[in-house]
């Protein structure tokens, strides 16, 4: 059998967060995972949400031979037999491991050395991080033509797009069980240049900065909550951070200014928000307070506090140039993916901003709504003083 069309063992390692909502991902599409994480608890856990959440059947607990071991539970659509999902204790035949473990690059190597050891060289490596080039994850390393990105983008039951990166050299039939098992999950496939932040997170960072910047010179968030709509952006850009989790937002800010400093001027506010405890909707408090899955009316007094401490004098600005604030940072992006050959054109920025951000594109696309009177906008913008002149 061909082995692109023959069907794989998903194996999802890290039942955290994300790692949850790549798996209900799956399930949604029908298609069995099993999940595996070093943390026990946590995984009964999710195993018993998703199994109530999608009616399946579970497994028993089994100790797998990789890595040292780790327990793992197999969830699987319900069958109209009853006869449970098992474990093997053997290593599957045909596996495509995706990854989400924390950012770091030791622990994402020591994962999948010990999945290429346990399932040997037909085994298909795929690495969720947002921030970390796919090239260094594989470098000097035995696994490296089996590796790629598959990188969802949060929340993932409404951004149904998956990022592939493709490092020099990976095996073709790699890059084609990606595009299948990406069209098996019914998500837009876009392959992108391995450059950090990729496509997705290198357009949304500055944006977030940007309303970082707008926030504490005084605007209040309703305002930008407006503008960010008025761009086509399903929330405004503190609702967003607390749906992506500060740790992550800042995590993938970080990555693009230690990549690009000359192009951002970080904002204290995000990484005050990580230190100060506001995690966002999962921990139940962020820029909002959280409540049975709502959210309060306003920023709560706390973070309206923790604003002032970051406060600074700035032009007032109307609504339609709060609108060019939040977007420009996101041409200049754009552009700039262009010139790198990170995309193969604007038609791939669009996909990423309509299915990766869930944003409301206009028909002519989002680069042309900025490309006209662009110097006038920009002179009126550098009054602020942090940005360099660029010239696309």
């Known amino acids: 059998m061909d082995p692109v069309s023959e069907p794989y063992h998903v194996i999802l390692l890290g039942a955290g967060v994300v790692g949850r909502a790549i798996a209900a991902a799956h399930l949604r599409a029908g298609i069995g995972v099993e999940v595996v994480d070093v943390d026990h608890e946590r995984l009964i856990t999710v195993s018993a949400e998703l199994s109530e959440q999608f009616e399946l059947r579970t497994g028993p607990d089994g100790d797998r031979r990789w890595p040292n071991p780790e327990k793992s539970r197999w969830l699987a659509p319900c069958a109209e037999s009853n006869e449970p999902a098992r474990c093997s204790t053997e290593p599957p035949q045909r596996v495509l491991l995706i990854e989400s473990v924390p950012e770091r690059r030791d622990l994402k190597i020591q994962c999948f050395q010990a999945a290429f050891a346990a399932f040997g060289p037909t085994v298909v490596l795929a690495s969720n991080t947002s921030t970390l080039p796919i090239s260094s994850l594989g470098e000097q390393q035995a696994f490296a033509r089996r590796l790629i ?42 392959v992108v240049g391995d450059a950090p932040g990729f496509v997705v997170n290198r357009m949304l960072v500055p944006y977030l900065n940007e309303a970082m910047h707008l926030l504490g010179g005084g605007i209040p968030a309703e305002r930008l909550e407006r503008a960010a709509t008025s761009l086509g952006m399903p929330w405004g850009p503190c609702e967003m951070i607390d749906l992506i989790g500060a740790e992550t937002a800042y995590r993938a800010g970080r990555a693009y200014w230690s990549a690009y400093a000359t192009q951002l001027d970080p904002h204290p506010l995000l990484p005050a928000l990580v230190k100060h405890g506001l995690l966002g909707r999962d921990a139940g408090r962020g820029f909002y307070a959280y409540a049975h899955g709502q959210r309060s009316e306003g920023l709560t007094e706390e973070m309206l506090q923790l604003i002032q401490r970051y406060r600074t004098a700035e032009p007032t600005w109307t609504d339609g140039e709060l609108r060019d604030r939040l977007g420009l940072p996101m041409w200049l992006e754009a552009h700039r993916l262009l010139q790198e050959n990170v995309v193969g054109g604007s038609r791939d920025v669009d996909t990423a901003l309509q299915f990766g951000l869930d944003m409301t ?21 550098s009054a602020v003083g942090r940005r360099p002149v660029f010239n696309p």
């Open 149 to 190: 990105g598959m990188h969802f983008c949060m929340p993932v039951e409404t951004r149904p797009l998956l990022e592939i990166i493709l490092p020099p050299g990976v095996d073709p039939d790699v890059a084609a069980i990606a595009h299948r098992h990406t069209m098996a999950l019914g998500f837009h496939s876009l």
């Open 361 to 381: 594109l206009p028909p002519e696309g989002f680069m042309p709504q900025f490309e006209q009177d662009q110097s006038a906008r920009w002179h009126r913008f």
